[in-house]
Nanobody, 127 residues
């Protein structure tokens, strides 16, 4: 059974930075694309970032482009989300997810691309 565990969330002032980690266990990691999503109170879950299995291609929502960076370490079964210049509107629960298909990553911005999800980590940005 695949498990994804996020960490690194917390309370940060606007303009600050946080680095989220997502550790995968129980299955193959290095041949699957990974994604980051977030959900703010009262809002739908939205795509934040995605990364192919090799790490060679990344995808970002327009709202975070230039501020967030995703990367991965396949030797450590870990994907990261570096968040800089945080804004109040970045406040949300952040989830990592694993693509449902090995060596394919056709729709990284869609939640339907993924079949395993972490439990989420809270990020709160204060003024």
């Amino acid at each position: 059974q695949v498990q994804l565990v996020e960490s690194g969330g917390g309370l940060v002032q606007a303009g600050g930075s946080l680095r989220l980690s997502c550790v995968a266990s129980g299955g193959t990691f290095s041949t699957y694309g990974m994604g980051w999503f977030r959900q703010a109170p009262g809002k739908e879950r939205e795509f934040v970032a995605g990364i192919t299995w090799s790490g060679g291609t990344t995808y970002y929502a327009d709202s975070v482009k230039g501020r967030f960076t995703t990367s991965r370490d396949n030797a450590e079964n870990t994907v990261y989300l570096q968040m800089n210049s945080l804004k109040l509107e970045d406040t949300a629960v952040y989830y990592c997810a694993r693509s449902s298909r090995t060596t394919r990553f056709d729709t990284p911005r869609r939640a339907s691309e993924y079949d395993y999800w972490g439990q989420g980590t809270q990020v709160t940005v204060s003024s």
